[in-house]
């Protein structure tokens, strides 16, 4: 059973940098691409940042590009979002995902691709 956790989320001001923090447990993760979602309120989930397996390839949404970076340290079955400039409509809860099937180069930002999900991470940006 694969368990995703995510850790980080506060309040914080606009303009500020937070990092979220997804821990895997269960099973070793080393080769499966894995994202960050986000859903704000009283909208849809949205695709943020997704990276490989292996670390080497990353994409993002339009609205976070420049701003966030996704990384992950497989030693540690551990997946970062660092956001930096954060904005109020950053808001929302933020989920850690991951994309079992994908072991290739490629990421994918649809959400129907990802298997397995945190709880979220509450994130709120005060202006």
């Known amino acids: 059973q694969i368990q995703l956790k995510e850790s980080g989320g506060g309040l914080v001001q606009s303009g500020a940098s937070q990092t979220l923090t997804c821990s895997v447990s269960?099973?070793?993760?080393?080769?499966?691409?894995m994202g960050w979602f986000r859903q704000g309120p009283g909208v849809a989930l949205e695709f943020i940042a997704a990276?490989?397996?292996?670390?080497?390839?990353?994409s993002y949404a339009g609205s976070v590009r420049g701003r966030f970076s996704i990384s992950r340290d497989n030693s540690k079955n551990t997946m970062y979002l660092k956001m930096n400039n954060l904005k109020p409509e950053d808001t929302g809860v933020y989920y850690c995902?991951?994309?079992?099937?994908?072991?290739?180069?490629?990421?994918?930002?649809?959400?129907?691709?990802?298997?397995?999900w945190g709880q979220g991470t509450q994130v709120t940006v005060s202006s």
């Open positions: 995902a991951m994309d079992w099937g994908n072991y290739g180069e490629t990421t994918r930002p649809q959400r129907a691709e990802y298997d397995y």
């Open positions: 269960g099973r070793t993760y080393g080769n499966h691409a």
């Open positions: 990276i490989t397996g292996t670390g080497s390839s990353a």
